[in-house]
């Protein structure tokens, strides 16, 4: 059931009558996904209504990440393990309007949701706590109908409309636009997380972080700017330096590096860079003290020896070993296998000795802790960080392209669909 428009005042504002279009498009991937290609638009002629605690969101934009790609691929590790049951709709973050407020009435949960009743509904994939929906309810008595929204979910954001728990969206800032939104929650929560919670990023740390040219790089050095801490940033070539130095004008062309495939040679390029920050901007810059890393590969290792004492290695992906094609044949699965007995090995007894780290993690998990992702949210909101830049735009039935030209790595910025 709706709520009524008599209800309104209890939720903040009015809300839409029971005879607007409720019909819903998603991409839709076979179940265990495995081929890019092989995603498809469906048509939803009624959604259901949201439940209490979530909000029914018109998506007007969508951010993609690699976490997509590999979902596509049917290498992520939820659909693996078998987590998710039959079809499914990709995606992690949104931007839209506000359109439905699920009433008290309606205290059903839809959780357990798996396949085609999944895809009726239009949620996400993960299973909240009691705890978490006590607290989504009280969300969504912040929100009225019409307000502009961004949020993050687990799956689900490949849609024209969703029903999200409350505690996952956030009003998107005056001026932005919901492409600028839609490039915001996952990478700033990702960037953020890594650096301040795990990292214990604060003034005069040096931090190298890979992949600056990309969504989440980019977020990683405004929030250092933040911070007053000392850049590194890698690219994968030379077309992005300039890019990089326009929007950030106080790093110098000596702060970024285009990877040398080597680990020699990228070693080498990290002792110029530090050598740079010590002489030309007084940093303690013996060696590294946080690095941010979704690439891997081989240059994991040269930067893990420059590590200081107290340094924090942050890994969240795997860049490196992304497959070229939309699926994967016999040699692109040589190739994953030969990477993975390749992949970076560390000693923990080597780690007590020299008092250094290796942290992974994946956003995901912060889902479900929503005091968490709350509290994330706010201190994030805090840093007034301008808009994220987007790269590149392209149309909701044009998905299968722009994951292709998300993937090829020639992308700076977000890549955005738009609905």
């Known amino acids: 059931m709706l709520v009524k428009m008599s209800d309104a005042n209890a939720h903040g504002g009015d809300l839409f009558a029971e005879d607007n279009d409720l019909s819903r498009q998603h991409w839709v991937l076979p179940a265990k996904g ?22 029914t969101v018109r998506i007007e934009a969508i951010g993609l990440n690699f976490a997509d790609i590999f979902t596509g691929l049917g290498l992520y590790s939820p659909v693996q393990r078998g987590e998710i049951k039959g ?100 990478q700033s929560l990702t960037a953020y997380y890594a650096l301040k919670e795990l990292g214990g990023l604060r003034a005069g740390k040096v931090v190298l972080v890979h992949s600056a040219a990309g969504g989440c ?17 890698t690219v994968g070539s030379e077309s992005k330096v300039a890019g990089l130095l326009d929007r950030f004008p106080s790093l110098d062309a ?95 007894f080597d780690m007590i000795s020299s008092n250094r780290s290796v942290m992974g993690f994946n956003l995901i998990h912060c889902l479900n802790d929503a005091e968490t992702l709350m509290s994330l949210f706010e201190e994030i909101e805090g840093l007034d960080l301008p808009p994220p830049h987007v790269g590149r735009e392209f149309k909701f039935h044009e998905l299968v392209t722009a994951m292709r030209c998300f993937r090829s790595g020639n992308t700076s910025g977000k890549v955005v669909l738009t609905c």
């Open 34 to 55: 495995g081929d890019i290609a092989a995603l498809k638009v469906e048509h939803v002629a009624a959604m259901e209504e949201p439940v209490h605690g979530e909000l």
């Open 87 to 186: 079809r499914f709709v990709p995606g992690l973050e949104f931007a839209g309007v506000v359109e439905r407020i699920g009433s008290p009435e309606n205290s059903k949960c839809p959780d357990t949701l798996q396949g085609e009743e999944q895809l009726k509904h239009g949620h996400q994939l993960v299973q909240l706590s009691e705890q978490v929906w006590k607290i989504a309810r009280s969300e969504a008595s912040r929100f009225k109908v019409g307000d502009r929204v961004m949020g993050a979910t687990r799956f689900g954001a490949y849609a024209t409309r969703i029903n999200v728990p409350a505690h996952q969206v956030r009003r998107v800032p005056d001026g932005w636009t919901f492409q600028q939104a839609a490039a915001f929650p996952v």
């Open 217 to 233: 790089g980019m977020q990683a050095l405004e929030i250092c700017q933040r911070y007053g801490t000392y850049v590194i940033g």
């Open 254 to 348: 000596r702060q970024i590096i285009v990877r040398d495939p080597t680990p020699s040679g990228f070693a080498k390029q990290l002792d110029t860079a530090l050598q740079y920050l010590q002489k030309c901007r007084n940093a303690n810059a013996s060696g590294i003290d946080i690095v941010l890393d979704a690439v891997m590969g081989p240059y994991f290792e040269p930067a893990f020896k420059l590590l200081k004492p107290t340094g924090r290695y942050i890994v969240f992906g795997a860049a490196s070993m992304t497959p070229p094609s939309d699926n994967l044949g016999v040699s692109d699965w040589l190739r994953l296998a030969w990477q993975y007995i390749q992949r970076p090995k560390v000693d923990p």
